[in-house]
């Protein structure tokens, strides 16, 4: 009889003891702070490349756009191109989603800094979805000096396959700046030898053009 009775006050305590670790718990994950941008910042710096992703993925929420994010941004648009590395002959991290995400965000900013960068990741990028990427946050940004980059690459690039889709990016974004420099490469390639769909983005482009 005295053993049971032990057992109960044992289990009370070992009760009252665990709900009260339980309310410790519940007040700290309700006065917890979420991670703050400098340690988004160190992820993106120092983590793989789910980190990073989730890393540019907060960045966007939060909307900050000071210098260390801006720098950060950029940074990401040289992952895996120019610090390849290698193991047993393969390239190990050519992270082409990170590039391509962080030139979406970085034209979601549409801060002007970025340009530099994302006109030479633009032209050098060997990843077509990446170049895609950028011709759109250049779009988004809208400055006229993306123009003769945005032509360049058209003219460079041969109209097959997956280069197809980097064209009609690049008109698209053409139209999207709007300005007159853009007039006579949308109209080679409104006239030119495209897909339909490319001539007739360039005849859409044409119409965005400002001509004040």
């Known amino acids: 009889m005295r053993n049971w009775v032990y057992v109960l006050i044992i289990g009370f305590i070992f009760g009252v003891s665990l709900t009260r670790a339980q309310e410790n718990i519940d007040r700290y994950l ?33 909307g900050s756009h000071d210098d260390a994010v801006i720098d950060a941004l950029i940074s990401c648009l040289g992952e895996g191109t ?15 989603d990170v590039r391509a995400r962080s030139a979406e965000v970085l034209g979601d900013m549409g801060d002007p800094r970025a340009l530099p960068s994302l006109h030479d990741t633009l032209l050098h990028d060997p990843e077509p979805l990446v170049k895609c990427c ?21 003219r460079n690039t041969e109209s097959r396959g997956s280069n197809e889709v980097v064209i009609l990016s690049c008109v ?20 030119g030898r495209y897909r339909s769909n490319i001539r007739a983005a360039a005849r859409d482009a044409l119409e965005k053009l400002q001509w004040d």
Not at 36 to 61: C, F, H, P, V
């Open 30 to 62: 309700q006065n917890i702070k979420g991670p703050t941008t400098e340690d988004y910042l160190q992820l993106l710096n120092e983590g793989d490349r789910e980190d990073k992703l989730l890393a540019i993925e907060m960045l966007s929420r939060n």
């Open 82 to 96: 120019f610090f390849i590395k290698r193991r047993a002959g393969k390239v190990i991290n050519d992270f082409w």
């Open 134 to 154: 950028v011709a759109e946050a250049l779009g988004k940004i809208g400055d006229p000096e993306s123009v003769r980059y945005l032509t360049l690459l058209i």
């Open 172 to 191: 698209k974004a053409l139209g999207e700046i709007g300005h007159r420099d853009g007039f006579l490469p949308l109209l080679e390639i409104a006239r």
